[in-house]
């Protein structure tokens, strides 16, 4: 066990100390604001204040984690070794960065509180953040300064036998905002969707769309099958959220109350993972996402663990307060739509720290790292298949978890999306 010595064990130490320690590195964490305590603890311990109290193992703490609320903060970002730090300690720490300090500002998703440019939809723009800015998106630098954490701890000491290392993990979303290009959309938009295909002269597009109304071909976005056994052949389990909100100028899916819709989702219910994708709308009304969670519940039969916001759009904290009213406690919203990398500077699940009332709350974060939507900026397959070695090889590094979000239509014949199912593959065959 580590004990940390600190001049007050706040919320924010606490959180953040158990994540990097406990939840990283396996290492258990006790604090202590009592002098002799500390020097009566025979084992691996450290201080984290202004000055060290002799030659312990010392971190010079920054004053965020001692703060409450938000405040315009100076961030300088400089090179450390292969990746970047912030919040400089000086010659005394035994790090030349407070890395507690800077994975809370990152995990809390500090940033996003303050002012900033959103896009059309309202998101949290990639290119706000600041490492966007200073080039460490692509690097999961909370993971990386945790092993620097642990490495300097083993150079202390020697003789402490530490936890192994975690395994490299993968966890794939299957994004449904429509599970069917054509079947069961209804009458009136069959008809305006042949109809908008016939003026834009798109004859074969009118062909298959009323082949699959007649029952005589597969609707193109119907690749359950295909991802069920996908599922059979790993132990990864993928997580499925289904879009079942009202029909919308933001939500075009199938409504819930269609027999064959309800079906599909028990089906892939009993092999993987069901989560909820809300509807556009009840990212701001509570009311809207209750009856989505309901609805979704008497379809699954269980109690509804997941959810993922449309458009992977978030207002915090109220996104998160409004799951947690509800008790969802898994969220898989926190990514970024147009490029690849670490939003929340992590590969590791993290819980959800609310700045407003300054506690942790029991919300699980499981930040996305690639949608398939930004690998099609990359035009050669043979590039793509680069890109996302890349990014798994980042999470691979520190031994984390790989969190891809692919489409139910990424798995159709449509010429777009050529390749995707041996990048998918990649993925399933990262963790051999």
Not at 7 to 35: A, D, M, N, Q
Not at 211 to 219: A, E, H, I, R, T
Request: glycine share 4%.
């Amino acid at each position: 066990m580590l004990l940390v010595y600190t001049h007050k064990i706040s919320p924010r130490v606490k959180y953040i100390f158990k994540h990097i320690c406990t939840r990283i590195l396996g290492l258990e964490v006790s604090f202590t604001t009592k002098i002799e305590t500390f020097i009566a603890h025979d084992s691996l311990k450290m201080s984290y204040a202004k000055q060290p109290l002799g030659n312990e193992f010392f971190i010079k703490s920054h004053d965020l984690l001692f703060e409450q609320g938000l405040s315009d903060i100076d961030i300088n970002v400089q090179k450390w070794d292969d990746t970047k730090g912030f919040f400089f300690s000086g010659d005394k720490s035994n790090l030349p960065f407070d890395v507690f300090a800077s994975a809370f500002y990152l995990l809390s998703r500090y940033e996003e509180y303050m002012p900033h440019v959103k896009d059309a939809y309202g998101r949290f723009l990639a290119t706000e953040s600041m490492a966007y800015k200073h080039d460490f998106l692509h690097q999961p630098v909370v993971d990386i300064w945790a092993y620097k954490f642990k490495a300097a701890l083993k150079k202390y000491y020697p003789d402490f036998s530490f936890p192994e290392d975690r395994v490299y993990k993968i966890k794939p979303i299957i994004d449904c905002p429509s599970v069917y290009q054509y079947k069961l959309k209804g009458v009136f938009r069959t008809l305006g969707g042949a109809i908008k295909d016939l003026f834009s002269l798109e004859f074969k597009e009118v062909y298959i769309r009323f082949m699959v109304v007649l029952g005589l071909k597969k609707d193109p976005h119907n690749t359950f099958n295909y991802l069920i056994n996908k599922q059979k052949q790993t132990d990864s389990q993928f997580v499925f959220f289904f879009l079942i909100g009202a029909f919308s100028t933001y939500d075009k899916g199938i409504s819930i109350n269609k027999k064959k819709f309800i079906s599909l989702i028990k089906q892939v219910a009993d092999y993987c993972k069901v989560g909820l994708k809300t509807s556009y709308f009840s990212i701001d009304d509570i009311n809207i996402l209750k009856k989505e969670k309901l609805k979704m519940e008497s379809v699954i039969n269980r109690n509804l663990l997941a959810s993922r916001q449309s458009y992977s759009k978030l207002n915090l904290p109220e996104s998160y307060r409004n799951l947690i009213d509800l008790e969802i406690y898994e969220d898989y919203t926190m990514g970024y739509v147009n490029h690849i990398g670490f939003r929340a500077g992590s590969c590791t699940p993290f819980l959800f720290y609310d700045l407003d009332y300054e506690i942790q709350t029991p919300l699980k974060i499981y930040s996305f790292h690639l949608m398939d939507y930004t690998l099609l900026k990359t035009k050669s397959l043979l590039d793509k298949k680069a890109v996302l070695n890349n990014i798994i090889n980042s999470v691979k590094q520190v031994n984390g978890q790989f969190v891809p979000v692919f489409h139910n239509y990424t798995f159709s014949n449509t010429k777009k999306w050529t390749g995707f199912k041996a990048l998918f593959n990649i993925v399933l065959n990262s963790i051999k």
